[in-house]
């Protein structure tokens, strides 16, 4: 049995959800997870606001992320899990970046959502940062937050393995056996390879310099579904990737 925390997204944490692998519970003990918050806020100081009675137009697992964003919290959970893998994907920072707010300090870029929560008018935003603004500026930022929590891990989790997931935006979806761009149905502004490059850098970034284990993403052997539970999305694959990555880690971890 592997102890393993999931840091990123859906494309990780979904491969511990038995909606996705049934019998993930057979290989894998999930002791901690982050979804939605980035590196950049993550390593950066807690927010001092009140977190206590948040409310709005957001379903309660965002109200959650929204708080966890606030007080950066994951790195207590790895002090209190100790795990022996961490499986990192850099969605939320390819996709949405960081937010600086007027005290120098930073959340992660989702105030199209956050602005829906009352809690919001305690802060104050004042610069963005992602691949599509200052994609130079972002990335300087990532680095150095990515390196700080490295540095982390090593003095709260030293024993812990690091695996990159190196998931990718993909375009493709199928829609009753019918093959279509999920990108002209959403008439989306921005450009998919660009990002996907983007993301490509963080993966190679931590994965050259910081000796993490690569999970590959063979893009072209999946597709988007509309029938996937959490709605017709560019990292909302086919049943086959979920499973395929349960399987490449488990010849990882061998």
Same mark, same amino acid.
């Given at each position: 049995? #592997?102890?393993?925390?999931?840091?990123?997204?859906?494309?990780?944490?979904?491969?511990?959800?038995?909606?996705?692998?049934?019998? *993930?519970?057979? *290989?894998?003990?999930?002791?901690?997870?982050?979804?939605?918050?980035?590196?950049?806020?993550?390593?950066? /100081?807690?927010?001092?606001?009140?977190?206590?009675?948040?409310?709005?137009?957001?379903?309660?697992?965002?109200?959650?992320?929204? $708080?966890?964003?606030?007080?950066?919290?994951?790195?207590?959970?790895?002090? @209190?899990?100790? /795990?022996?893998?961490?499986?990192?994907?850099?969605?939320?920072?390819?996709?949405?970046? &960081?937010?600086?707010?007027?005290?120098?300090?930073?959340?992660?870029?989702?105030?199209?959502?956050?602005?829906?929560?009352?809690?919001?008018?305690?802060?104050?935003?004042? $610069?963005?940062?992602?691949?599509?603004?200052?994609?130079?500026?972002?990335?300087?930022?990532?680095?150095?937050?990515?390196?700080?929590?490295?540095?982390?891990?090593?003095?709260?989790?030293?024993?812990?393995?690091?695996?990159?997931?190196? &998931?990718?935006?993909?375009?493709?979806?199928?829609?009753?056996? @019918?093959?279509?761009?999920?990108?002209?149905?959403?008439?989306? /502004?921005?450009?998919?390879? #660009?990002?996907?490059?983007?993301?490509?850098?963080?993966?190679?970034?931590?994965?050259?310099?910081?000796?993490?284990?690569?999970?590959?993403?063979?893009?072209?052997?999946? *597709?988007?579904?509309?029938?996937?539970?959490?709605?017709?999305?560019?990292?909302?694959?086919?049943?086959?990737?979920?499973?395929?990555?349960?399987?490449?880690?488990?010849?990882?971890?061998?």
């Amino acid at each position: 049995m #592997h102890n393993i925390s999931v840091y990123g997204s859906c494309v990780s944490r979904d491969v511990f959800n038995s909606r996705f692998v049934p019998d *993930h519970k057979e *290989h894998f003990q999930l002791v901690s997870d982050q979804q939605h918050v980035s590196l950049i806020s993550l390593m950066s /100081p807690s927010i001092i606001i009140d977190t206590d009675h948040v409310e709005g137009d957001v379903s309660p697992f965002y109200q959650e992320v929204f $708080k966890q964003d606030m007080n950066k919290s994951y790195l207590n959970k790895l002090i @209190e899990t100790q /795990p022996n893998w961490l499986l990192l994907d850099f969605y939320t920072d390819a996709y949405y970046g &960081a937010c600086m707010l007027k005290d120098g300090t930073y959340i992660t870029n989702k105030l199209w959502q956050y602005r829906k929560l009352n809690a919001f008018e305690q802060l104050s935003p004042i $610069k963005s940062f992602s691949f599509k603004e200052n994609t130079i500026e972002f990335l300087t930022l990532w680095k150095k937050a990515f390196d700080a929590f490295i540095r982390e891990i090593d003095i709260l989790s030293s024993s812990t393995k690091i695996i990159v997931n190196r &998931a990718k935006f993909i375009d493709n979806l199928v829609v009753g056996g @019918e093959e279509t761009l999920l990108s002209n149905m959403r008439q989306d /502004p921005f450009n998919i390879d #660009h990002i996907n490059y983007i993301w490509s850098m963080m993966d190679d970034y931590a994965i050259t310099y910081h000796r993490a284990y690569a999970l590959d993403f063979e893009k072209d052997n999946y *597709h988007l579904i509309d029938t996937h539970p959490w709605g017709k999305f560019y990292v909302h694959y086919d049943e086959t990737y979920y499973l395929n990555v349960r399987n490449k880690l488990i010849e990882i971890m061998k």
